[in-house]
Structure formats: C-alpha cells, structure tokens
C-alpha cells in the first residue's frame, strides 16, 4: 500500500526526466484563471483504478499552481476503497465519503459530491479512465471562457471513441443520444465528464435524475449554457463495467421525465402512444402465434388483447406514469382494462359512424380507420391520467 503514496508523489519528476513534454501552457491572465477545484469522482467497486486516477490528475495539474481535491463518493463498495483512500490522502488531497444510505444512484453520488466540495468550480468524471484527466485543464479554460459548464465530448471534431467499441456499444450510444438530442445542444449529452460552476446550478434537492447521467439532468433542468471540448474516450482500464438492462430502462424513465419537464403534457402524450404502439407489436405477435397453434382468427384476436393490454398498463405505469402514486396492480390493471375497452368502442364506434353517415368516410375508409385510432387513443390517454394512474388529494409525489 505504501508504493500507492510513493508513485503519486514521484509522478511529475518522472514526467520530467523521461522526455515526456509537459502539457500546453494555459492563459493565466485574469483573476480568475487558475481556479480552484474539486474532482467528483462516484465509484462502485473502483478500488484498484483510484490510485493509478489519482497519479493522472496530480500529474495533470501539478506545476500549474491550480489548488485541487479529488472527491471519492463511494456507494457502499466494501472492495477496500477506504484503506485505498486513506493511504492517497497521505500524500495527496483525496478525501472518500462513503452512501451506505439510499439505494446506489451513480446521480445521487454526483450529487452529493457537489455538495460537499470545498470549491466553486466542480469537475465531474468516472473512475475507470475512460475520461482522460489530462484533459481537465481544458474543460476548466473552457469554463472560464463564459459558458456555464464544459463537457469532455466524443462527438465533435478532435473527439474520438475507444476502437475496441463494437457494433453493439456503439449503436446503443448513438441512439440514446439521439434520443436525447431534442432536449439540448450538446453533441454529447450522454457524457460524463464535465465542468461547472456550482453557483449556476439549481437547488441540488430539486433535481430528479434516475441513474447515470446525471449531466443530462443539469443541462435540461439547470437550462445551462454549454461549451463542448474534445476528448479521447477510452475503454475502462480496469473492472467490470456497471451498464446493464436496469441503467437502461432507468435511462428511458430520466428521458421520460426530462421531456415531461421541457415540453409538458405533450411529452406524457407521446409517451403513452410510443407504449401504444409497442403493444400493437405484442398484439400482433400473439395474434399470428396463436394460429400458428391452430386457434381460430376469431378466438386468436380475443385472447391477443390481454397480453397486449396487460403489457401497456405495465409499461405505463413503469415510464409513463412512473411519477404517480402506486397503486394495487390488479385494481390498476383492472381499471386500465376498463379504459382501453372505452377506448376500442370509441375507435370502432366513430369508425361505424363515420363510414355510415359520412360521404367522404364511406369512399375512403382508410381514413376513418386512423381517425379512429387517433380518437381511441385519446379517449384511452384521459381516461388513463384521470382514471387509471391519477393523482389522489394524498398523494406526495414530486411533479416531473
């Protein structure tokens, strides 16, 4: 353990002596230009990568007169990150406050890593050396520069990805930035890395961040203004990685919540028919699954309605409702039962009458096929905020 200590305070000699050159010299000019900052660094099972972190950052900073700490949230590791801690701190400005309270929350870690810094100015970044801390001085002169947090971004000119990414990564990195676009500016709002200022930051309690990307949550709710620096992303260095199907639907729900809060009613709307649709699919797959096992059109069509309505009142109560009071699931799945047949009447009912009484509806059916759907749908939509999943005079839930 004793070497950890040694390597850290031996780091920048080493630079020296090796022909390694020493990183581009910053504008000092103005009060303001060499900052102090703390690092905010949540770990869950990062142990043996908080040495070799701590060696980069002091490398990277040292010799520019920048007064730092590294910020160690650990969320209950019980890997050894205290004696990791306790040996760097010896050497080093490193202190470790350990969440044994709460579920584990990479977002929730951040948070209270901001709270607790001793400076102003925060950088936020992972554990594993993904994000180069060599890169840290130039999110902290973007950040001087006027804007109000600097993000370490892999998708803009001079930014890269690992190349041992495959196919698989890198298709589900795309898309949830894609997904994520309409709600900001920034070419990666799915990083990471990033600087701020927490003077500018909203009240840290008001904040609702579900899972990892707790910077997505501060540029949408803090509105801030961002400037975006290239960096290399690299593989993680060492360790197993945390991403699984749970930080994945989370992320659908943070999504879910964000657009609530920039967009309204609008966004709860496009969620419920994006459930909607989903469950047209399950619909289809149990209709055609039953005839294949020989069950009549007729019966097939009957018995594919349930699953497909019990896996949209599943799904909306997960995403689309997931802000309000849990209720009994059968007495829920039940009323929801109730409303979706309401809304099937209202769809076939209008499409009868329209086709019937309507000149221009009995020539183009079509059209009355999808104004149907789109006046069931609706019907279903109210009937599900006022009736299935509404709020009740008790209820304590926080708004979107």
Same mark, same amino acid.
């Given at each position: 353990?004793?070497?950890?200590?040694?390597?850290?305070?031996?780091?920048?000699?080493?630079?020296?002596?090796?022909?390694?050159?020493? #990183?581009?010299?910053?504008?000092?000019?103005?009060?303001?230009?060499?900052?102090?900052?703390?690092?905010?660094?949540?770990?869950? @099972?990062?142990?043996?990568?908080?040495?070799?972190?701590?060696?980069? %950052?002091?490398?990277?900073?040292?010799?520019?007169?920048?007064?730092?700490?590294?910020? /160690?949230?650990?969320?209950?590791?019980?890997?050894?990150?205290?004696?990791?801690?306790?040996?760097?701190?010896?050497?080093?400005?490193?202190?470790?406050?350990?969440?044994?309270?709460?579920?584990?929350?990479?977002?929730?870690?951040?948070?209270?890593?901001?709270? %607790?810094?001793?400076?102003?100015?925060?950088?936020?970044?992972?554990?594993?050396?993904?994000?180069?801390?060599?890169?840290?001085?130039?999110?902290?002169?973007? #950040?001087?520069?006027?804007?109000?947090?600097? /993000?370490?971004?892999?998708?803009?000119?001079?930014?890269?990805?690992?190349?041992?990414?495959?196919?698989? @990564?890198?298709?589900?990195?795309? /898309?949830?930035?894609?997904?994520?676009?309409?709600?900001?500016?920034?070419?990666?709002?799915?990083?990471?890395?990033?600087?701020?200022?927490?003077?500018?930051?909203?009240?840290?309690?008001?904040?609702?961040?579900?899972?990892?990307?707790?910077?997505?949550?501060?540029?949408?709710?803090?509105?801030?203004?961002?400037?975006?620096?290239? %960096?290399?992303?690299?593989?993680?260095?060492?360790?197993?990685?945390?991403?699984?199907?749970?930080?994945?639907?989370?992320? #659908?729900?943070?999504?879910?919540?964000? !657009?609530?809060?920039?967009?309204?009613?609008?966004?709860?709307?496009?969620?419920?028919?994006?459930?909607?649709?989903?469950?047209?699919?399950?619909?289809?797959?149990? !209709?055609?699954?039953?005839?294949?096992?020989?069950?009549?059109?007729?019966?097939?069509?009957?018995?594919?309605?349930?699953?497909?309505?019990?896996?949209?009142?599943?799904?909306?109560?997960?995403?689309?409702?997931?802000?309000?009071?849990?209720?009994?699931?059968?007495?829920?799945?039940?009323?929801?039962?109730?409303?979706?047949?309401?809304?099937?009447?209202?769809?076939?009912?209008?499409?009868?009458?329209?086709?019937?009484?309507?000149? /221009?509806?009995?020539?183009?059916?079509?059209?009355?096929?999808?104004?149907? %759907?789109?006046?069931?749908?609706?019907?279903?939509?109210?009937?599900?905020?006022? !009736?299935? !999943?509404?709020?009740?005079?008790?209820?304590?839930?926080?708004?979107?």
């Amino acid at each position: 353990m004793a070497s950890i200590c040694s390597a850290a305070m031996n780091r920048v000699s080493s630079l020296q002596t090796s022909g390694v050159p020493p #990183l581009p010299a910053r504008d000092d000019s103005g009060p303001a230009s060499n900052p102090a900052v703390s690092i905010v660094v949540p770990t869950f @099972r990062e142990a043996e990568n908080l040495p070799l972190l701590a060696d980069r %950052i002091e490398a990277a900073l040292s010799g520019r007169g920048t007064e730092w700490e590294l910020v /160690v949230i650990d969320d209950d590791s019980r890997d050894g990150i205290e004696a990791v801690a306790e040996e760097l701190a010896r050497c080093l400005p490193v202190r470790l406050d350990v969440r044994r309270v709460g579920p584990r929350d990479l977002s929730r870690s951040v948070l209270r890593g901001i709270a %607790i810094s001793r400076f102003d100015r925060v950088v936020v970044m992972d554990a594993d050396l993904s994000h180069p801390p060599e890169r840290i001085p130039d999110l902290l002169q973007a #950040l001087e520069g006027g804007c109000d947090m600097a /993000v370490g971004s892999r998708y803009v000119s001079g930014g890269r990805i690992d190349k041992d990414w495959g196919p698989w @990564r890198f298709l589900n990195s795309l /898309v949830a930035t894609l997904l994520a676009r309409p709600l900001v500016t920034c070419h990666d709002p799915m990083s990471g890395f990033f600087a701020l200022d927490r003077r500018v930051l909203p009240d840290l309690t008001q904040l609702r961040p579900i899972g990892y990307k707790i910077g997505l949550e501060l540029m949408v709710r803090g509105r801030l203004r961002v400037r975006e620096v290239p %960096i290399g992303f690299s593989g993680r260095n060492r360790g197993a990685s945390k991403m699984g199907l749970r930080q994945q639907i989370n992320y #659908l729900r943070h999504l879910k919540r964000l !657009y609530l809060h920039r967009f309204g009613g609008l966004a709860r709307a496009l969620s419920f028919g994006s459930v909607g649709a989903s469950g047209l699919v399950v619909d289809l797959v149990f !209709y055609l699954g039953l005839q294949a096992f020989g069950i009549e059109h007729r019966l097939a069509r009957f018995l594919s309605f349930w699953p497909a309505v019990s896996w949209n009142w599943w799904l909306n109560r997960r995403v689309t409702f997931d802000d309000r009071p849990r209720r009994a699931p059968a007495r829920q799945w039940a009323k929801f039962v109730v409303a979706s047949l309401v809304g099937l009447s209202a769809n076939v009912g209008s499409y009868l009458a329209l086709t019937s009484h309507v000149a /221009v509806f009995a020539r183009q059916p079509l059209l009355a096929f999808f104004l149907g %759907i789109a006046l069931g749908g609706g019907v279903n939509f109210l009937m599900s905020t006022l !009736y299935v !999943y509404r709020w009740h005079a008790t209820a304590t839930g926080r708004q979107p």
